[in-house]
């Protein structure tokens, strides 16, 4: 079985009660339930900080045994060299996802430091951009 690493960054555990318009209602607890059930022939591993270095120490654990990461990091993605650094450091391939379609939002979402050296990115979907950024690792 491929087992694929989702990692959240800060603000992600607020998801259902954060900015609604945006995000949604969903909480993500709830959303990995349905996940996981649309993908019986994945083993998904979930995991949520608000901590940079903790997302980092995530990366460098996972990264060299599991089969994908997909990493939404928040508002991370646009200021972290470290995370940046932390992904081409490892050998799994990390799929960028966020909810939103920041490309549509304030200017200081459309650089991302991660997407370059990420496999590829997905936003804007809402929850929906993970179940796509996971079928990217089934072939
Ligand atoms: C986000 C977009 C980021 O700009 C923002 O800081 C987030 C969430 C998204 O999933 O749309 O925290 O990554």
């Known amino acids: 079985m491929k087992r694929i690493q989702i990692i959240n960054g800060p603000n992600l555990n607020l998801l259902g009660k ?19 059930s649309v993908f019986p022939e994945l083993e998904l591993f979930y995991f949520q900080s608000n901590s940079e270095g903790a997302i980092i120490d995530k990366l ?16 991370y993605t646009h200021t972290s060299i470290a995370i940046a650094d932390a992904i081409r450091a490892i050998t799994t391939p990390v799929v960028e996802v966020h909810i939103s379609n920041v490309f549509s939002r304030e200017e200081f979402r459309h650089h991302s430091w991660l997407s370059p ?23």
């Open 60 to 75: 460098h654990a996972t990264g060299f045994s599991f089969d994908g990461i997909v990493l939404n990091a928040g508002a």
């Open 117 to 139: 050296v990420c496999r590829g990115c997905i936003a804007g979907f809402g929850l929906d951009s993970y179940r796509l950024a996971i079928s990217s690792f089934i072939s």
């Open 18 to 36: 954060r900015e609604p318009g945006v995000y949604g209602n969903q909480s993500f607890d709830d959303y990995y339930h349905q996940l996981q």
